[in-house]
T-cell receptor
Framework: AQTVTQSQPEMSVQEAETVTLSCTYD???????LFWYKQPPSRQMILVIR??????QNATENRFSVNFQKAAKSFSLKISDSQLGDAAMYFC??????????????FGTGTRLQVTL | NAGVTQTPKFQVLKTGQSMTLQCAQD?????MSWYRQDPGMGLRLIHY???????DQGEVPNGYNVSRSTTEDFPLRLLSAAPSQTSVYFC????????????FGEGSRLTVL
């Protein structure tokens, strides 16, 4: 079974600064997808960024980027120019690429990000 | 476009009572799933479905039943609620495509006394 580990329960960053959230995972599969989800106080789960394991290029979405190290099974999220609206719980998630697994994600325990003035 | 709709948003039950959490999606997604979120444990998969009439168990299925009679609906039933089922429940749906993004409902907070 796959596991996802987020070793930072809480992180804090000053507005306009950069912060990196860590995620490691364990799998025996070679083809899979990785995601970062944001959960603000509203409780809504919002997809931040996703990465396909077969792509070596790191995904980028505006101020959000990832550092995907397949051999090390590491998938960290970098938030640049942090904004107050970035304050939320962030979850790392893994999904197999096998058929029939699109709705089966394995989540980490989350990192709560505080953004200070 | 409503997306994934869950009802109710909040519910308080007594131990032993039964209830159904409703989930409906209007995106014609084939795949649907239920997760529970507990403090310090992230989201864990309860049950999932790859199409009407097809369901399977996830990581924490005990105490929950599901059925999928239509593409749109995927209700989650608690037959005899227990305090351990106090949690926030999320319904999600996705396409069956290669990179099917998971769309989540707003969550339902259930408290079992």
């Amino acid at each position: 079974a796959q596991t996802v580990t987020q070793s930072q329960p809480e992180m804090s960053v000053q507005e306009a600064e950069t912060v990196t959230l860590s995620c490691t995972y364990d799998t025996s599969e070679s083809d899979y997808y990785l995601f970062w989800y944001k959960q603000p106080p509203s409780r809504q789960m919002i997809l931040v960024i996703r990465q396909e394991a077969y792509k070596q290029q790191n995904a980028t979405e505006n101020r959000f980027s990832v550092n995907f190290q397949k051999a090390a099974k590491s998938f960290s999220l970098k938030i640049s120019d942090s904004q107050l609206g970035d304050a939320a719980m962030y979850f790392c998630a893994y999904r197999s690429a096998r058929a029939g697994t699109a709705s089966k994600l394995t989540f980490g325990t989350g990192t709560r990000l505080q953004v200070t003035l | 476009n409503a997306g994934v709709t869950q009802t109710p948003k909040f519910q308080v039950l007594k131990t032993g009572q039964s209830m159904t959490l409703q989930c409906a999606q209007d995106m014609n997604h084939e795949y649907m799933s239920w997760y529970r979120q507990d403090p310090g444990m992230g989201l864990r998969l309860i049950h999932y479905s790859v199409g009407a009439g097809i369901t399977d168990q996830g990581e924490v299925p005990n105490g929950y039943n599901v059925s999928r009679s239509t593409t749109e609906d995927f209700p989650l039933r608690l037959l005899s609620a227990a305090p351990s089922q106090t949690s926030v429940y999320f319904c999600a749906s996705s396409y069956s495509g290669t990179f099917g993004e998971l769309f989540f409902g707003e969550g339902s907070r259930l408290t079992v006394l």
